[in-house]
C-alpha cells in the first residue's frame, strides 16, 4: 500500500541514515511507530506541496497554506488525544549553568537532556543529574556544538547509559567537538541527525523536530535542533542558539510552534526572538538561561522589549537560578514566581543592588573560567570527611550522627578538608 511504503521509507530515512557503523537496530526496534506516522503525513504533506504546486506562485501560496492547516490541526487532535490520556507529571527542569544551556526533562521516569552546558559546568550538570537519579538517558539532544551546550553532554555521555542522541548534521572544529564525535564512535552511541518534522516518543510526553531547515547557515548558531516538547497539553519551545535566518525559515515552513513556555534563543541575544517568530510562538512563559553579568550583555535589550511586548511571564537564570516547570498535563507550576524583570543584562548588573541567587555563578567568558561552579547538595560524612552524592550507594551505611546535608560546591567543601567520594564523584 502506498502509504505504508512511504512510512516505511520514510522510517529508514529518519532511522537508519547517517548511523554508519553503529548499530542502527536497537533505534528500529524502540517504539517510534507515531514518529513514523506523524512524520509520513508531513512528507505526504510536503509532496501535495511539491506535487500541486503550478508554476504560478498562487498555487505553491495555496498548498502552502493548506499544509499550514493541516499542520495545525494535527497538533490540535494530537493535544486533545494527550488530554484524555496523560496521567503522572513531566518535570522540565532548566539547569543554573550560566552562560550556556541544559535542560533535563523527566516523565514517568525517564529523562531527556538537552544540552549539557560549558566546560566548568560539565561535572556540575553530571553530580545534578546523578542526585536526581538518572542512570539513562533516552535522548541527549545536542542542540550545536559551542561549548557552552555541548561541554557538559560530552560529561554526559561518559557518565551515564545514552540510549540516542539527536543532533546537528554538521562538524564543529573545536576539540570538545572532536571528542564528542569519538565518544559516540567509541561507546557506540546510535545517533541521528533529525528532519523537520519528524516526532519521537519520550515516555508519555513526545516531541517534534521544528529546526534546522538546513545545516549550512552562515551562523553555526542557526544549525542548532530546535524541538517543541509536548505532554498533554502543556508545550515547550527550546531551539538552543537558532536566530534570525532559522527562525524566518521556521515560521515560513509553517511548521507548528506556539508553545506554552519558549526557552529564548541563544540566551536573549539580539538576533533571537525575532517579532515574527514570537508571533507564531506566542508564549506563556519564557525562560532566559544566561549567565550573571556575562560577557555578551546577554539578554540584549531588544529582545527584552520584544519579549514584554508578547505578555508573556519572564523567569531567568541569571536572577533565580535554577527554574523547574512540573507539568500535569493542563497546568505548569514552578518553583519560584516569575522574575518579570525586563531589563537586559548589562542594565541588571548596572544596578548594583541586584544580587543573584546562592545558585547563581559568575562565568567570565573573557578568561573561560568561573567563580565557582553551580552548588548541588550533598551528604557528608563528618568521619571519614567524604563527599557523597545523595544517590550514592555508600549513603545508606554512614552512621546517623556522622551524616551530614549540605548545599555547596566540591570546591567549598574541599577548603574544609573534605573529598569526592571515589565510587559516586569519580
Ligand atoms: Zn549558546
Ligand atoms: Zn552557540
Known amino acids: 500500500m502506498f502509504f505504508w511504503k512511504i512510512l516505511e521509507k520514510r522510517n529508514e530515512n529518519v532511522f537508519v541514515e547517517k548511523t554508519d557503523s553503529i548499530d542502527s537496530k536497537k533505534q528500529n526496534k524502540k517504539s517510534y511507530k507515531k514518529a513514523g506516522v506523524f512524520a509520513t503525513v508531513l512528507t505526504a504533506l510536503a509532496l501535495t506541496v511539491t506535487g500541486c504546486s503550478s508554476p504560478e506562485a498562487g498555487g505553491i501560496e495555496q498548498s502552502l497554506a493548506d499544509y499550514q492547516t493541516q499542520n495545525q490541526s494535527q497538533a490540535d487532535a494530537q493535544t486533545a488525544f494527550y488530554d484524555a490520556n496523560v496521567d503522572g507529571t513531566m518535570t522540565v527542569r532548566f539547569l543554573d549553568v550560566g552562560q550556556g544551556n541544559s535542560v533535563l526533562v523527566e516523565c514517568d521516569g525517564r529523562y531527556m537532556l538537552i544540552d549539557g552546558g560549558d566546560y566548568d559546568y560539565s561535572s556540575y550538570v553530571v553530580a545534578y543529574l546523578k542526585n536526581q537519579g538518572v542512570e539513562t538517558l533516552d535522548y541527549m539532544v545536542v542542540s550545536h556544538y559551542d561549548s ?202 548596572a544596578d548594583g543592588s541586584v544580587t543573584k541567587p546562592s545558585s547563581s555563578t559568575t562565568f567570565d567568558g573573557n578568561t573561560g573560567t568561573s567563580a565557582q561552579s553551580g552548588k548541588i547538595t550533598y551528604i557528608l560524612n563528618t568521619n571519614s570527611e567524604k563527599i557523597h552524592l545523595l544517590t550514592c550507594g555508600s549513603v545508606a551505611d554512614i552512621d546517623a550522627a556522622n551524616k551530614k546535608q549540605v548545599t555547596a560546591t566540591i570546591t567549598e567543601l574541599e577548603t574544609q578538608g573534605y573529598s569526592p567520594c571515589k565510587r559516586c564523584l569519580d
Open 148 to 349: 557552552d551546550h555541548l561541554s557538559g553532554c560530552v560529561g554526559a555521555l561518559r557518565a551515564f547509559d545514552v540510549e540516542m542522541v539527536i543532533c546537528p548534521d554538521y562538524e564543529g572544529d573545536t576539540k570538545t567537538y572532536y571528542t564528542f564525535a569519538d565518544d559516540l564512535e567509541q561507546y557506540a552511541v546510535d545517533y541521528v541527525h533529525p528532519e523537520v518534522g519528524d516526532v519521537y516518543e519520550f515516555a508519555s510526553a513526545e516531541f517534534t523536530v521544528v529546526c534546522p531547515e538546513e545545516c549550512d547557515y552562515s551562523d553555526e548558531n542557526d544549525n542548532s535542533v530546535g524541538i517543541r516538547l509536548t505532554f498533554g497539553s502543556n508545550s515547550f519551545l527550546v531551539c538552543g542558539d537558532a536566530g534570525e535566518e532559522s527562525e524566518e525559515d521556521m515560521v515560513e515552513s509553517g511548521v507548528y510552534l506556539q508553545s506554552d513556555v519558549y526557552m529564548a534563543g541563544h540566551h536573549g541575544s539580539a538576533g533571537s526572538s525575532t517579532y515574527d517568530f514570537l508571533q507564531k510562538v506566542q508564549p506563556e512563559a519564557v525562560v532566559i538561561s544566561a549567565g550573571f553579568d556575562n560577557s555578551y550583555g546577554h539578554p540584549a535589550k531588544a529582545t527584552m522589549n520584544r519579549l514584554k511586548n508578547t505578555g508573556a511571564d519572564i523567569y531567568r537564570t541569571d536572577l533565580q537560578g535554577e527554574l523547574i516547570a512540573v507539568c500535569d498535563g493542563t497546568d505548569i507550576t514552578w518553583n519560584v514566581e516569575p522574575s518579570n524583570d525586563f531589563r537586559c543584562g548589562e542594565d541588571v548588573v
